[in-house]
Structures are given as C-alpha cells and as structure tokens.
C-alpha cells in the first residue's frame, strides 16, 4: 500500500485501486475508491458544499506479525476531521473511530493484513471489485465487521413490520411501495450514505454488513459522527440538501379518489366540502383524465375548460394538482417525436416496451436533459399555463411491467448503474422549471425518491398498498425509517389503495384509525381506489378520459354521519395545530429534522425507546400512539420520564414508565409533553 497526502485527504495505492478519504462537512468523511484512476466525476446524492474541513492526516508504520513470532514494520496512514477518524492499515482495510472508539471496520479474511489470525484461509477482502464482462463497470461488493448489539434504522421505505433493520436483507432498488434512500442511522453514533444509486442490495447480517452494486465505476460512500440521531440527520441534509419550507396553505387536507372523471366533479366535490365548511388546501386530479398515455392532457371531451375549473377553485382557496406518468403510450402523439429524437429509454433485449398497463407503453428517459426540457414543455401548455399548481408524478420509480434492470438502459448508462436515481431526476424535470418560474420552492407528489429528494420540493408517499392492518403497520416503520433517511414530507393513502368494498364494517374500522394516524403526520391525505366497481364508465372507446373504471367516494362524508363525525373531529384538531406544524416544517428545512420521529430520536439516552415500533413523536411535543389492530380499543403505551398530559382526558401522568390507555373508535392515544 503507497500513502500520499493532499489537502485534507489521504490517498493509497494497492493492486491498481486507488483509495480517496477526505472531510466533507462537519466530523464527516467521504471515502472514495476506483480500479485504475477512473474517477467519475459523479457527486450523486452529496450536491451541497460542505464545510470547510480541517482535516489531520499523518502517514506512517506499524508492526505486523510475521507468523513465527516475528514482526516487520508495515506502512499505515490515518485521517482526522473533527470527531471522525479513519485509519487505514498496508492492506487497504479502513477502521472508522468517533471520539477514539472504534464503530465501524471493513471486513478482511485473507493472506496479508488480516485483522484476524485464524482466518486468512478463507480469502475474503474488503473491497472486491468483479468486471463486468464486456463492459466497463464492475460488481462491487463492500464488506463491515458486524457490530454485536448495533440497531440500524433509515435506508427509505420497505413495506415490512421491523423498524430496526439488524438482520434484514435490504434491496437497494425502486418499486411501487419501495424507496430505497441508502442512509442509515447507527445506534453507535453515526450515519452512512452509500452514494451509489447503482441497482444491488445491503445485508445488515450479524456475521457481517456487505454493500453491493450491480454495476458500478467507482465506490462511493459517505460517513459521519455524532452524538444521537438528530446531529447525524442535520451533518447527512447539511451535505445533501433540505428540504425547502412548506407552504402554510398546503398544511391542512388534500382531496383525492380514484379517480375524478370530469371537471364537473371535481367542482362539485370542492362546493360541497365549501357548503360543509371544510376547508381543502389542494385537490388532486388522478390519472387517466388524459386522451393517451403520453399525451400529457386533458381530454376535452370530459374537461372542456381546465382553466374555468381551476379560476373556480382557486376562488375558493384550493390548489390543483394533476397526475402525470412517465409512460408513452405507442399511439400517443409523442411518442414518434419522443422515440426519434431518443427521449425514451431503451431496451438491451426484445421489444421496445417498459410498461404495458393500459397501454403498449415505453417510459421517458428522464436522465437526459432533452427529455426533460420536452416533457415540461408538453405539461407547460397542456396544464400549467391553464393555473395548475403542482403535479402528481406517479410511478416514478418507474413502474416497470417486469423488473428486469438488466433489460433497460438510459443516457446516463446501464440501468443497473443508476436507476435509483429515476425518480429523483423525473421530478427535476418539474422542479426546477417551476422554481425558476415563480422563484417560490414548489410541491410536487411522488410515489418514489432517492438520497437528495427532499430538496426538490417531493412528497413522497409510500405507494399502492392494501387496505389492511398490516399495511397500516407497516407504513408506520416505513414513515418512521423515510424520516431517518432525510425525507421529511411523507403521507400515505389513508385507508391504503386498495379496497374491496367501503361498506364493510373492518375496512371503515380501518380507514379511522388510519386517518387519526394520518392526521399526526406530515401531509394528511384522503386517496383510495375503493370498490366495489359497480361505477359503468363513461363512454365506450378504449381511449381516453370516459372508459377506465372509477371507485366509489371517498369524501370525509362518503362513510356514514358516525365515521364523519370523527374525522370532522380530527380536521378540525388538525387545523388547530396549523402553527405547530408550521414550525416543524421549519424544523424540517433548518435542520433535517422528520415531523414523524422515531421515539429515540427525541429520546436517545433512554434505552426503552430504542426498541418502540408502535408508538411515535410528532415533532418535540406530541407522542402519538395509533391504533394497529382490528378491534382493538385500549393498547400500552410507554411514556419516557417527565410530565405527560392525555390529550383525550386531560389527565397529567408522571413518565418513565408503560401505561394502559383507552382507545375508543372516535380517539386515537396522544400525549403531550409539558
């Protein structure tokens, strides 16, 4: 191994690798890595300019037994910025300490280096970089010692019951209802990017952690040092992006189903909720009010005037919001021009096709600028020069039919090697226009992200679940580890997307319980695709806005006078917190901060919080404990020491201890901390 030094970075040398660990931003390090000096030039996910650092960095030797009681001096160098440093022994093998005590070491088992005598037999090393055949990338693979009683939180959302992701197997690709933002949060005291938006998987094992990119040019990943979750969020945004402040008027409920066929219904739903004096910040015009997939408009046999709706709504006080979808249909009007001009992404096998729902459809290409100046041009005249106020990007991860990565390729290269990166680079094609156009930060909603999202105006939301219990659950560890990942603007369907049929008695059951979580969250939203179909479309044709199916209503009275009485209810309580949701999403744009917190973010000493998964902080003030299950009408709840006010009773608790609390269908357990 050959050490030099830089300014602020230390460089080594071994086997045609070189090595590149340097501060970036406050007691962090990037540690950078590729076979033959081919760097890239790709910052990924860290976008911002990160504090100046001051960084140490000393070269030197140290004994390495020779294996008959003999030692010989080998070279090692080490790395300091503030809190963090990084060593690095003749091997290449990296150990990371924060305060003097080791958190993180990479994993080698082989002749030469070996941090472990009885191992050397089993050839292992750290860093092992496979090729590609054929082709300039390679398959990474990055190993960790393991770290005996460690609890890893964040990497974006997976719709699975554990919040702590010790011992998962976790997929670094995008699907409907998965995000992969690749950060993590140690309970050791610091937080990892993985600044790799190639295709591949992390193992959080206990025999060891291993990162691996499908295809890849150059290791990437970034490390930092703190003393609790709330630090290593504000180092992790300070280096890639916050989000921008919330609007005020966009705080309170968003409307939307499946799916509003014309604007005559639109209008009438938005009067309504005006007679009933509700007030609704933003309603959202689904998909499938278009002529063809691809032709970004609205067919005007359904939606004769847009701009006389949208006049009409904002009258009212209500921003409109459209959907938009990645998918060129063959017959649309841009597809010719999208194809030729290689807007469109292509495949490496077969036929010409990404997508097939409703439709023979291949997806744009948003990584290449074209693509993105054409799409916005084509939504520019067909929706925001009418007054729409924001876009619904749905199935922006993109929505493959099959999944297969390998098959798709873009301008940026292989899909393999990028297409973590998909969503965030469609929402950039609307994102920075608009920002450019109102010089305001604007908001868009987003089935899908990546590290970095936050800042480009996303609500994401955690995709077409079903309507279960289960899904409930689940969608809280997924809100919770979103949060940890650095995405603050999170909602869900409430209810989950997919319904049977809203008159039974379990899913309306279900459907409160989610809206009384969904109102103690970033953006509270009524969405569904509720059966039963018994709806017959609006005209014959195989196109257009009038023949696909639409579900039932999904209106807060579209549930029984019992079931609008509490979400009237909750509305209001909703609408009371305006000012204390408004600061927390100035907490979200100052410091990282996710309005729906993990107990132990709040309370990081207390060791009892570390293992909570059913209960939650809405920013500093209020514990919220939702109700999980079917017919469940009192749960535990833990309350951490201090005073607690039962919001329901007005009761005052001391803390410090677990609680039996009563959950009548028209309450949901909430507890403030004074």
Request: include cysteine; hydrophobic fraction near 35%.
């Amino acid at each position: 191994m050959i050490f030099t030094a830089e300014k602020n970075a230390l460089i080594a040398r071994r086997g045609g690798e070189t090595l590149r660990i340097e501060g970036w931003g406050k007691d962090s390090l990037r540690v950078r890595a590729v076979m033959y000096d081919g760097w890239t030039g790709n910052d990924w996910a860290l976008t911002e300019k990160p504090e100046e650092a001051e960084c140490a960095v000393s070269i030197g030797t140290a004994q390495e037994p020779n294996g008959d009681l003999t030692f010989r001096e080998v070279p090692c160098a080490e790395i300091t910025n503030g809190r963090i440093r990084a060593t690095v022994n003749f091997a290449g093998v990296i150990s990371f300490y924060r305060d003097g005590s080791l958190i993180l070491r990479e994993y080698f088992r082989a002749y030469g280096g070996t941090l472990s005598e009885g191992s050397r037999c089993l050839k292992i090393v750290n860093r092992d970089w496979k090729g590609c055949i054929g082709g300039s990338e390679y398959t990474l693979t990055v190993k960790f010692d393991a770290n005996d009683g460690e609890k890893i939180y964040g990497m974006g959302q997976y719709q699975q019951p554990w919040l702590n992701l010790k011992g998962n197997l976790v997929e670094l690709a995008q699907r409907n209802s998965q995000i992969s933002v690749p950060f993590m949060v140690s309970s050791l005291g610091y937080g990892l990017l993985w600044n790799n938006p190639a295709v591949g998987q992390v193992a959080f094992a206990n025999n060891y952690t291993e990162w691996v990119a499908k295809s890849t040019r150059q290791m990437d990943y970034w490390i930092t040092a703190a003393d609790g979750p709330k630090e290593i969020l504000k180092n992790y945004t300070g280096v890639t992006g916050r989000a921008p402040m919330f609007p005020e008027n966009l705080m309170g409920l968003w409307q939307c189903k499946l799916r509003y066929r014309t604007q005559e219904e639109v209008l009438t739903v938005a009067r309504q909720y005006q007679k009933e004096g509700i007030k609704i910040d933003q309603i959202v015009i689904d998909f499938f009010h278009w002529t063809l997939q691809g032709d970004w408009k609205f067919d005007k046999t359904y939606w004769p005037d847009p701009k006389a709706m949208v006049d009409e709504l904002h009258s009212m006080g209500i921003r409109v919001i459209v959907s938009v979808w990645p998918s060129v249909d063959r017959k649309s009007e841009n597809f010719g021009p999208m194809m030729e001009q290689g807007l469109l992404i292509r495949t490496e096998r077969g036929a010409a096709q990404t997508y097939d729902f409703q439709g023979d459809c291949v997806e744009i290409d948003p990584f290449n600028p074209e693509t993105r100046k054409y799409i916005w041009e084509v939504c520019k005249k067909n929706y925001y020069d009418y007054g729409i106020d924001g876009f619904w990007l749905d199935n922006s991860e993109p929505d493959y039919g099959v999944y297969d990565f390998d098959n798709y390729r873009y301008c940026a290269g292989p899909a393999l090697s990028c297409s973590n990166m998909y969503p965030q680079m469609f929402s950039r094609a609307f994102f920075e226009p608009m920002l450019a156009d109102k010089k305001e930060p604007p908001v868009n909603l987003l089935r899908c992200g990546w590290a970095g999202s936050q800042k480009y105006g996303n609500v994401i939301w955690s995709g077409d679940v079903p309507s279960t219990f289960q899904a409930l659950r689940e969608q809280l560890q997924a809100g919770l580890n979103m949060g940890l990942a650095g995405i603050p603007w999170w909602t869900t369907d409430i209810g989950g997307f997919m319904t049977d049929d809203v008159n039974d008695p379990d899913f309306r059951q279900l459907l409160i319980r989610w809206y009384q979580f969904a109102v103690y969250s970033a953006v509270l939203r009524m969405h569904g695709d509720r059966g039963p179909y018994n709806i017959p479309p609006l005209d014959e044709r195989d196109w257009g806005g009038g023949y696909l199916h639409t579900g039932q209503p999904n209106e807060l009275w579209s549930y029984g006078e019992e079931n609008y009485a509490i979400m009237r209810k909750y509305y209001d309580i909703r609408i009371a917190m305006h000012d204390y949701i408004r600061d927390l999403y100035q907490e979200a744009h100052e410091n990282g901060s996710p309005l729906i917190r993990t107990m132990f973010y709040e309370f990081p000493e207390d060791e009892k919080c570390w293992e909570l998964q059913d209960q939650y902080m809405f920013g500093g003030k209020y514990l919220v404990a939702p109700i999980l299950h079917l017919n469940e009408f009192e749960r535990e709840v833990y309350l951490p020491k201090g005073q607690w006010k039962n919001m329901n009773s007005g009761e005052i608790l001391e803390g410090g201890k677990t609680i039996a609390v009563k959950a009548p269908i028209e309450e949901i357990p909430v507890f403030e901390r004074i």
